[in-house]
């Protein structure tokens, strides 16, 4: 049976109460009464489902179901979309386009020069360390992703979402397309947990994804063409 409606503690912050509409979580919250205080007033909206209090205090005469071990977590009905979790779609996709930072025409034309037995010059050397530096760059945006996956599970947590999806999951982006982890594990929570699920951030990250690989496969057969065409030119004209 499930718990009357009233403030209960709240899953995610220990210092709080979250009111308990009698089918499942909402967004109201409160801090927690401390001992001698009154509890806070239900919600208006929701104030004449309220459990009724006990000696003027707050009545907590059970928890919700979620709170025994092995039980099912509340549905909640909050917004999944937080302006962190686009943020790191961005910051997951942003390293595949990073090639297309890099001057590569300055490369397929130091290539060819070499191939024509010149010395690797100053300017080949230069173009090395701005490809180094956009190298460098992509593993900000890894980075940025991992933090942006953190304070996003901290922002549904703050929610009301008991239990969301680990924010640890991210560090798989340090593996090539590892960042895929942590978002289908979100959606599928989400999806259990939560009344508006979390799909949508899942398919703009797919899309965008599928999207830089494209480019990035175009990328890489262009530029071996070019390379090709630029050696076997500078070995004809020898």
């Given amino acids: 049976m499930s718990a009357p409606a009233g403030w ?8 709080a109460r979250r009111w308990w509409n009698g089918t499942q979580w909402t967004a109201q919250t409160a801090p927690a009464p401390r001992f001698g205080e009154y509890a806070p007033a239900a919600p208006a909206a929701q104030a004449s489902h309220a459990a009724p209090a006990v000696g ?13 071990t092995g ?13 962190w979790v686009w943020l790191a779609v961005v910051a997951a996709v942003l390293p595949l386009l990073s090639g297309f930072f890099i001057d590569w025409n300055g490369y397929v034309s130091a290539v060819a020069s070499m191939s024509r037995g010149s010395r690797m010059t100053g ?13 460098l760059l992509s593993w900000v945006f890894v980075a940025a992703y991992i933090v942006f996956s953190w304070l996003d599970w901290r922002e549904l947590k703050r929610r009301g979402v008991v239990s969301p999806f680990g924010w640890a999951w991210s560090f798989f982006a340090l593996i ?17 947990r939560t009344v508006s699920g979390g799909w949508a951030p899942l398919w703009t990250w797919a899309i ?3 999207v830089g690989l494209v480019a990035s496969v175009w990328l890489a057969v262009w530029l071996f063409n070019e390379i090709m065409q630029s050696v076997s030119f500078g070995t004809i004209g020898s």
């Fill in 176 to 192: 090539g397309l590892g960042s895929a982890v942590y978002m289908i594990g979100r959606a599928v929570v989400l999806r259990r």
């Fill in 71 to 83: 039980a099912t977590p509340p549905v909640v009905d909050v917004s999944t979309n937080t302006v």
């Fill in 8 to 15: 209960y503690p709240d899953p995610s912050d220990s210092a």
């Fill in 208 to 210: 965008a994804s599928a």
């Fill in 56 to 68: 003027g205090y707050a009545g907590y005469p059970a928890a919700p179901a979620y709170a025994g």
């Fill in 123 to 135: 300017e080949f050397l230069s173009w090395e360390m701005r490809a180094v530096g956009v190298s």
